[in-house]
């Protein structure tokens, strides 16, 4: 293995905090870690080899390594989760949002704030809100902020000594601070303290304010001032009562993580709650490249990556114990300057909260990666219960053979993976009269283990034999070559196919590989533990995804052999004469005519033609065979 080439350079490593970065050989990054004692870390992966097919696919690649100390292992994360960012290694749990959530900013750091559209969140004393899913809410948002409470949407440096105001004052959407004789710093301070309540969510408590202020406005005889306060109100109170009927006062600030792992990534989705109501939800997701993760590594990666950007709330809920969760918050309370702390909620409401949130990320999956990659897995996860397989049957290999009475007795070979079918690697085989390696020629395809050329026609009446052949043929170069190895084997046919299959698997010292036969007319599955078949439900997913793959593999098999016999049937006896190639056939066609052209030419025209060492064997030839 490659890292063992790295044993005396991480021999040599501190027994300090830090971060590691393991590159391939064009020198790329490809995983970033973080350590309590770097050479304790690191030196672990020496003996990771199979715990899973991404620390397998990892070590494979590994080609380099290097370290940063730091002075605490809370400065090692924050460093790892900047690395990551910054490099986004193919090994890391790199969440996506594809920067589709903006956040709004109020700049409370001027005299007269906005609130603007920003990418990211920022500590510069302005306020932020969001992130907005998807990112047309933010501009909604900001707009509302406009018109309910009047706060300006202008760049201008705003001195109060503007002669009149501009357009927005006149359509409403603005309160004029430029213009100090119709908007005083002080008014434009209350609308500017009702923005925040209203972007922060408290819009109870901006509701009830603004009712107050209206019933003031009206006694004075404030009478358009109290209309305007009456439609902010009623705006605000649309507003909630649209948000959501997930409020509960005891649940306070808090954000919500839930996931939904499966074969193809993950989906996280967060919600984020404060005052007790839940403000906004916020989606990522990950492509997996590699299986092998928890949910717990995925959940930790999410915390890491989402609060980089934004403070995080005193409590964050999560589904599953994390593995760094006294060091995720120390971190987050560093952040906040204050303690955060990080909770597995095992009943009441916030428990329904997990369960609701890990709901929204399952539906999130189903409709972010295809419905056909989700029903494939399902199929999956459906043809292991039935058949009773260890694991989850990812790879799938499907053997089929197609003959007429015999002649030119043909294999083929497919393969799925996870649930979909992958033609690369397909592979076609001719059956040869005898085993492979007792002198006849094998006569594989091109795209097959072997470049033998085809063998003469002739006659192979034994399914059975064809299938130990072609299977003990496909598994010696497999094993030869170190893998791919599959999780099921399905043979088209019953217990006589699947008889020689194993005997050819056991030929080989695969006899570990699980293999079932499919008969076709009625559709039931054969085992080799069982001498009764398995009758799997007609309208199941697992029936549907195998006959799919045997249809696969008949139909490759019957477009193989349909081929065989057009090639076999345009075939010219020049072919049979050595050294006479396709070039040297179409010239002595094409100068005589036809082969009975051919017969009659004399030695020194056909000298004439292909030269005479040719010319000698084709006389040879028609001399021997008249």
């Avoid at 030196?43 to 605490?72: F, M, N, Q």
């Avoid at 009478?223 to 948000?243: F, G, K, N, P, S």
Wanted: proline share 5%; hydrophobic share 40%.
């Amino acid at each position: 293995m490659p890292i063992h080439d790295l044993k005396e350079q991480i021999q040599r490593l501190p027994e300090q905090p830090g971060v590691y970065l393991y590159a391939n050989a064009a020198g790329e990054t490809i995983y970033v870690g973080k350590a309590r004692a770097l050479r304790d870390r690191v030196r672990s992966y020496l003996g990771a080899y199979g715990a899973s097919p991404k620390t397998d696919a990892l070590l494979d690649e590994i080609a380099g390594l290097d370290v940063i100390v730091t002075d605490s292992v809370v400065e090692a994360l924050a460093l790892e989760n900047n690395l990551i960012k910054q490099r986004a290694p193919k090994f890391n749990i790199l969440l996506r949002d594809d920067k589709n959530y903006p956040y709004l900013q109020l700049t409370t750091t001027e005299a007269f704030p906005r609130v603007v559209v920003a990418r990211s969140v920022e500590r510069d004393g302005n306020v932020y809100a969001g992130p907005f899913l998807p990112a047309k809410f933010a501009r909604r948002t900001m707009a509302l902020t406009h018109k309910v409470f009047g706060i300006r949407s202008c760049n201008e440096v705003i001195t109060g000594l503007r002669a009149r105001p501009c357009l927005e004052y006149d359509i409403k959407r603005c309160l004029a601070p430029c213009v100090a004789t119709i908007c005083t710093s002080e008014q434009y301070a209350v609308a500017v303290a009702d923005t925040r309540l209203f972007l922060e969510g408290r819009n109870e408590e901006l509701a009830d304010q603004l009712q107050e202020r209206m019933a003031e406005a009206a006694h004075h005889e404030r009478y358009e001032e109290a209309a305007h306060l009456r439609d902010a109100m009623r705006t605000v109170q649309a507003l909630r009562e649209r948000q959501q009927k997930m409020a509960n006062t005891e649940l306070g600030d808090r954000d919500v993580f839930g996931v939904k792992l499966g074969a193809k990534g993950a989906v996280v989705q967060v919600f984020l709650f404060r005052g007790g109501r839940v403000i906004e939800r916020v989606e990522f997701v990950w492509h997996a490249e590699e299986g092998g993760e928890t949910e717990a590594a995925v959940i930790e990666a999410a915390v890491q990556q989402f609060y980089a950007d934004q403070l995080p709330p005193p409590e964050v809920h999560v589904p599953v114990p994390l593995v760094e969760q006294e060091l995720l918050e120390a971190w987050l309370g560093q952040k906040a300057a204050r303690k955060v702390r990080i909770a597995v909620p095992q009943r009441g409401d916030k428990k329904g909260m997990i369960e609701l949130a890990a709901r929204n990320a399952a539906l999130a999956y189903r409709t972010r990666f295809d419905a056909n990659a989700t029903a494939n897995y399902e199929a999956l996860e459906a043809l292991q219960a039935a058949l009773r397989l260890p694991r989850l049957p990812r790879r799938i290999d499907c053997f089929d053979i197609s003959t007429i009475q015999g002649i030119d007795t043909v294999a083929s070979m497919v393969v799925c993976e996870e649930g979909r079918m992958k033609p690369a690697e397909y592979r076609k085989f001719r059956i040869g009269l005898r085993e492979p390696g007792s002198g006849i020629r094998k006569g594989l395809s091109a795209r097959s283990e072997s470049g033998a050329r085809s063998p003469e026609p002739g006659k192979f009446l034994d399914d059975f034999a064809a299938m130990e052949q072609v299977v003990r043929r496909r598994y010696s170069r497999v094993l030869e070559n170190g893998g791919p190895f599959p999780d099921l084997i399905v043979i088209d046919g019953g217990k006589g196919q699947l008889n020689a299959a194993y005997g050819a698997l056991e030929a080989v010292g695969l006899s570990n590989l699980v293999a079932i036969g499919l008969a076709k007319k009625e559709e039931l599955v054969f085992t080799r533990d069982s001498d009764d078949p398995i009758g799997l439900d007609s309208h199941g997913p697992a029936l549907r995804l195998l006959q799919r793959i045997r249809d696969e593999a008949h139909r490759f098999a019957i477009t193989f052999h349909r081929q065989s016999r057009k090639k076999r049937s345009l075939r010219s006896e020049l072919d049979d004469v050595a050294g006479i190639g396709p070039r040297r056939r179409k010239t002595l066609l094409t100068a005589f005519g036809s082969l009975s052209g051919v017969r009659r030419a004399t030695r020194e025209e056909l000298a004439a033609v292909v030269g005479a060492k040719a010319a000698e064997a084709v006389i040879a030839h028609f001399s021997a065979n008249p």
